[in-house]
């Protein structure tokens, strides 16, 4: 069964664009960051239909390397995360301002 690629772009786009509202507009850096991983799985969901399209398995080695990165990535930002609320008691990111001088 071939879900068609209007129907996987159309859930991408829409995935894209309700992670794409949680980062602009949420200001705890958790739900930020759930935000963005969101944002890269919708990318990931439109890089497998184009890869189905396309045939072989381009596109699903792409996605597995992205989702490698990102669990890499998940790891550093939490670990940024216990950082920053174990010297602020918070992580909003209002009230952090570790990169102004």
Same mark, same amino acid.
């Given at each position: 069964?071939?879900?068609? *690629? %209007?129907?996987? *772009?159309?859930?991408?786009?829409? *995935? /894209?664009?309700?992670?794409?509202?949680? !980062?602009?507009? #949420? #200001?705890?850096? +958790?739900? =930020?960051?759930?935000? +963005?991983?969101?944002?890269?799985? @919708? !990318?990931?969901? @439109? =890089?497998?239909?184009?890869?189905?399209?396309?045939?072989?398995? $381009?596109?699903?080695?792409?996605? /597995? /390397? !992205? +989702?490698?990165?990102? $669990? @890499?990535? @998940?790891?550093?930002? *939490? $670990? +940024?995360?216990? !950082?920053? /609320? #174990?010297?602020?008691?918070? =992580?909003?990111?209002?009230?952090?301002?570790? %990169?102004?001088?």
């Amino acid at each position: 069964m071939s879900v068609p *690629l %209007l129907d996987v *772009l159309v859930v991408s786009v829409a *995935l /894209f664009s309700l992670g794409l509202c949680g !980062a602009l507009l #949420r #200001r705890n850096a +958790i739900t =930020i960051f759930l935000s +963005i991983e969101l944002m890269l799985n @919708a !990318a990931n969901l @439109a =890089i497998v239909g184009f890869g189905e399209k396309v045939g072989g398995y $381009a596109g699903q080695t792409v996605v /597995f /390397f !992205a +989702i490698v990165v990102a $669990a @890499a990535e @998940a790891a550093v930002g *939490l $670990a +940024i995360f216990v !950082a920053v /609320f #174990r010297h602020h008691e918070t =992580i909003d990111v209002n009230k952090t301002n570790l %990169l102004k001088w």
